[in-house]
């Protein structure tokens, strides 16, 4: 399984380390980047952020990785994106990810997908890959389906926070419908 960093044109998508806490507690104590994400608070400490990169160690044991995504020409850190939740008998696997304000609209996203995308369908044997958004976080879903992400139906209520429930799109893609 490849769990290493990949470099596309733009961006070095590189695995969470220690170095990434100062960029982790500030990327997700933005409320930009935490308005759509309702399964957690905002951070408001730096041991919440510490915690995040413990939580993603050991990627090739766990089949779970987020990597943070570096802009190449500036050697800024300014999002993440990866894969949680792994399910090893049906190969299927659920996709997060985030942006800081300033990169958005640029298609940054779609290229740091594209590759994490390939990597899951072509090294790692994922079948099939959910991404669950927050209906009105358009640019999300309108990333997932340019990728090729099927809008299955909306998940009813599937997050409770801050004493309400949210309901969620729940998108799909298969191995076999996977074209970069």
Known sequence: MNWENIETDRLL??????????????HFSDAYVCRYLYDAEPFTSISEAED?????????????NRWIIVDKASNQRIGTCGFHFRDRVNNSTEVGYDLSEAFCRRGIMTEALTAI????????????????????????????????????????????????????????????????
């Open 13 to 26: 998508l590189k695995g969470l380390d220690v170095s990434d806490v100062p960029f982790l507690f500030e």
């Open 117 to 180: 995308l390939d990597v899951a369908f072509h090294e790692q044997g994922i079948n099939r890959i959910q991404a669950f958004i927050y209906p009105d976080n358009v640019a999300s879903w309108r990333t997932a389906e340019k990728l090729g992400f099927v809008r299955e139906g909306i998940v009813r209520e599937k997050h409770y926070f801050r004493g309400r429930y949210y309901d969620h799109y729940c998108y799909s893609l298969l191995r076999r419908e996977w074209r970069p």
């Open 52 to 64: 995040l990169v413990k939580s993603f160690a050991n990627p090739e044991k766990r089949g779970i």
